[in-house]
């Protein structure tokens, strides 16, 4: 029995001298929770600019006394990762409801300045840009008027990681640094 370990260790330690010789000293592995299908390298991502669905009415925003300049929809630059939209068309399958959405808004807070904040929503305020992916349907995101001046520019992504999965707001044009280190937090670029 010992000395079929010794050589079962022997021919490992061989097949690993002879792999050494194969495989390039820059490879790298990278590991993931998520299933190869679906997974991706986190500073990859593939992204596609989004339909604007809806825009709110400049009447609305005069009607409720919003301090907010309506962006024309051939300013806005929202994207969408594949994998968000992927997973926002299982979240409205799962809710059995076309309509179903992730809410992102711009809040004060965090320890940055701004906090991004994500919700499911079920309808769409009046006051709401809504976007969807080219592609996948439905995968529908919402962004208020105010909001979407400091998300304007950004991609929104789904994450993947040990920890937990998560929705993602990467690259924002209007962020100053790559902000806290949990996603959230970010300070205004002036």
Not at 92 to 116: I, T, W
Not at 174 to 187: D, L, M, N, R
Request: proline share 6%.
């Amino acid at each position: 029995m010992l000395r079929t370990c010794t050589r079962s260790l022997r021919l490992t330690a061989a097949n690993s001298a002879r792999l050494r010789s194969v495989v390039p000293s820059n490879h790298k592995r990278f590991f993931s929770s998520s299933s190869p299908s679906t997974s991706a390298l986190a500073s990859h991502h593939t992204a596609h600019p989004t339909v604007v669905v809806f825009t709110p009415s400049p009447q609305h925003i005069e009607q409720e006394e919003l301090d907010v300049d309506l962006i024309p929809p051939q300013d806005i630059k929202i994207e969408l990762t594949d994998r968000a939209a992927e997973q926002l068309r299982l979240i409205s399958a799962k809710e059995n409801n076309p309509n179903a959405a992730l809410r992102v808004a711009v809040e004060s807070g965090g320890c940055h300045g701004y906090q991004y904040k994500m919700e499911l929503a079920t309808h769409r305020q009046p006051d709401d840009y809504h976007f969807s992916h080219p592609t996948v349907t439905p995968s529908n995101i919402l962004v208020d008027a105010v909001s979407l001046s400091l998300l304007n520019g950004s991609t929104i992504d789904f994450v993947t990681e040990l920890i937990g999965s998560s929705f993602r707001v990467l690259e924002n044009p209007q962020a100053k640094g790559s902000g806290c280190g949990c996603g959230i937090s970010w300070e205004l670029k002036l």
